[in-house]
C-alpha cells in the first residue's frame, strides 16, 4: 500500500524567512495530494492540494510542487510569520477511486521564531 | 452548514468500558472516515465508509467497530477499552474526488 515520508519532523524559522517541507510517496497511483495544518489541540484543516496533472500551484504565501517521476511533493511557505507556527501534514490518495482514502506523513512541527 | 460535528468533546473510560463516538455531517458527502491521532503522531486510518451500509478496514481497525446506516452519520464504538485508545479520534468526510473535511476530534482517556 501507499507509504508517506515527511521531512523534517521539527523546523524553527526565523519570521520573514521560507520554510520548506518535503514529503515522497510510494504508490505511483497516487494522484491527489493535500497539505493540512492542524494548530494546537485543533483539527486537520486544509491549506492547500495538488492534483497530479499540476507541477505547481500557489496561494498568496504558500506553494506546494509536484515531481510525478521523482515521487515527491513539497510545501513552501515564504515571510513566514509567528501565526505559521503549526504542524503541517501531508498527505497522499487516489482521489477519485474506490474509497479517496489519505495516507498522512507523520508530520512537521513548523515553529517561527519572532 | 455545520459541517463534520463529533460528540462527545472529552471522555474517560475505564479498562473494559465501551462506548460510542458520534460523527455527523450535513455536507451530504458519500464517503466518511475515522482517524486516531497519538500525542506527536500523524493520523491512522481506522474505518472508512463510501456509502450508507458500506464500511471497509483501515490502517488501525482491532478493537473498533463501525456502522452506516444514513448518509449522514458514522458512529464509532469501542468494545473493551483498553489504555492503548487512549488518543484524539477525528472523523472526517468527503465527496470521492475532493479534499476531506475533519470534525472538531474527540479526546478519549482510558484509564
Known amino acids: 500500500g501507499e507509504n508517506v515520508e515527511q521531512h523534517p519532523s521539527t523546523l524553527s524559522v526565523q519570521e520573514g524567512d521560507s520554510a520548506v517541507i518535503k514529503c515522497t510517496y510510494s504508490?505511483?497511483?497516487?494522484?491527489?495530494f493535500p497539505w493540512y495544518k492542524q494548530e494546537l489541540g485543533k483539527r486537520p484543516q486544509l491549506i492547500i492540494d495538488?492534483?497530479?496533472?499540476?507541477g505547481e500551484k500557489k496561494d498568496q504565501r504558500i506553494a506546494v510542487t509536484l515531481n510525478k517521476t521523482a515521487k515527491h511533493f513539497s510545501l513552501h511557505i515564504t515571510e513566514t510569520q509567528p501565526e505559521d507556527s503549526a504542524v503541517y501534514f501531508c498527505a497522499a490518495s487516489k482521489g477519485g477511486g474506490a474509497t479517496n482514502k489519505l495516507i498522512f506523513g507523520t508530520g512537521t512541527l513548523l515553529a517561527v521564531q519572532p | 452548514n455545520a459541517g463534520v460535528t463529533q460528540t462527545p468533546k472529552f471522555r474517560i473510560l475505564k479498562i473494559g468500558q465501551s462506548m460510542t463516538l458520534q460523527c455527523t455531517q450535513d455536507m451530504n458527502h458519500n464517503y466518511m472516515y475515522w482517524y486516531r491521532q497519538d500525542p506527536g503522531m500523524g493520523l491512522k486510518l481506522i474505518y472508512y465508509s463510501v456509502g450508507a451500509g458500506i464500511t471497509d478496514k483501515g490502517e488501525v481497525p482491532n478493537g473498533y467497530n463501525v456502522s452506516r446506516s444514513t448518509t449522514e452519520d458514522f458512529p464509532l464504538r469501542l468494545e473493551l477499552a483498553a489504555p492503548s485508545q487512549t488518543s484524539v479520534y477525528f472523523c472526517?468526510?468527503?465527496?470521492?474526488?475532493?479534499?476531506?473535511?475533519f470534525g472538531p476530534g474527540t479526546r478519549l482517556t482510558v484509564l
Open positions: 495538488i492534483r497530479s496533472n499540476v
Open positions: 504508490d505511483s497511483a497516487s494522484n491527489y
Open positions: 472526517a468526510s468527503s465527496t470521492p474526488w475532493d479534499t476531506q473535511y
